[in-house]
């Protein structure tokens, strides 16, 4: 089987950090369905055409009368559906029998507001995702970002989901067919909340590795962000330089930059990296987590997601050699 590709953004005003969004009101369910697998009979893998900007994945999403969307392929969203991050867009999408909700994520601040409706569609490329969660924010904090939404386990979630960033194209395959050949590399990976997380070594600087629990969040376009906490395994390298990091669903976030030596992926090492630096408890939500593999790393590699046999299948590709 041979890989297909995928890109990614970045505006360091409006960097989007969803990673366990908590949708809370009555009776809300949001686990995955078996029943949204794409495939049909004719056993045909679908392609996507993605662009990369600022190291996201940027997808073309289409749902009830508006504009095609710019959507951040995310996978801290948990979950099946759309988060759209526009409240301008209510009257187009036409929510059925819209709920109110609270919707937690990154930063320090109160979750946010938003509207939702269950059993809803959309399309992505030539594949519909039927019995989809939407969920609309109600407050402007993402007034300016030139992303509308962010979709990550209705795609994730379902599928073997391959992500060439040579050619920028993901591809679906059904997982149950999957024939992956020796030129790629099987990690094996882990789940929490339905969120991916990869055991990774990294040196900060001439000590030796060091091993890390690390869950990914390719809606980052960070390459890796050190999570600062009493019991860190890590040291900060002596020069860093403080930054706005990002806006979160609770608000934003700050912290430092600074290169270490080597972030080691598998059997890869990756090197003079440019590392983030933020307070655990206002950049994650995820206990136990030391850092988090973003997308300024992975994109250096073409991918294979296989959340259903657990592994993160990698191949470096054109931009491993790509200075951070």
Not at 99 to 108: D, F, R, T, V, Y
Not at 138 to 163: P, T
Not at 272 to 298: C, H, M, T, W, Y
Request: net charge neutral.
């Amino acid at each position: 089987m041979k890989a297909v590709a995928s890109s990614i953004l970045r505006n360091s005003s409006f960097l989007i950090f969803l990673t366990a969004a908590a949708l809370t009101s009555a009776a809300i369910s949001i686990n995955g369905n078996k029943d949204n697998y794409p495939f049909d009979e004719t056993n045909k893998n679908y392609g996507i055409p993605f662009r990369l900007v600022n190291n996201k994945i940027i997808l073309s999403v289409k749902i009830g009368e508006t504009r095609p969307l710019r959507a951040i392929l995310d996978s801290g969203m948990g979950w099946d559906g759309l988060l759209i991050l526009n409240s301008n867009l209510k009257d187009s999408v036409k929510l059925e029998n819209p709920k109110n909700a609270n919707i937690g994520g990154a930063g320090k601040e109160k979750a946010s507001t938003a509207v939702f409706a269950d059993s809803m569609s959309f399309s992505i490329g030539d594949i519909k995702f039927k019995n989809q969660r939407v969920v609309i924010l109600n407050n402007d904090n993402f007034k300016g970002s030139s992303s509308d939404a962010v979709v990550g386990y209705s795609l994730l979630g379902h599928s073997a989901v391959e992500v060439d960033f040579d050619k920028l194209t993901i591809i679906l395959h059904d997982p149950e067919k999957l024939n992956v050949d020796s030129s790629w590399e099987a990690l094996p990976i882990s789940f929490k909340n339905s969120i991916p997380w990869i055991d990774v070594k990294v040196v900060i600087d001439k000590e030796n590795p060091v091993d890390l629990s690390c869950y990914i969040d390719c809606a980052s376009s960070e390459a890796v962000e050190f999570l600062l906490k009493p019991d860190q395994k890590f040291s900060v390298p002596e020069e860093t330089k403080e930054v706005h990091l990002g806006t979160g669903l609770s608000g934003d976030i700050y912290g430092k930059t600074g290169k270490i030596a080597k972030v080691i992926l598998g059997s890869y090492e990756l090197k003079n990296v440019l590392a983030a630096f933020a307070p655990s408890e206002v950049r994650s939500k995820q206990k136990g987590a030391d850092a988090v593999i973003a997308n300024n790393l992975l994109r250096r590699f073409n991918l294979i997601y296989d959340y259903p046999r657990q592994k993160l299948y990698i191949k470096p590709n054109s931009h491993f050699t790509d200075p951070f």
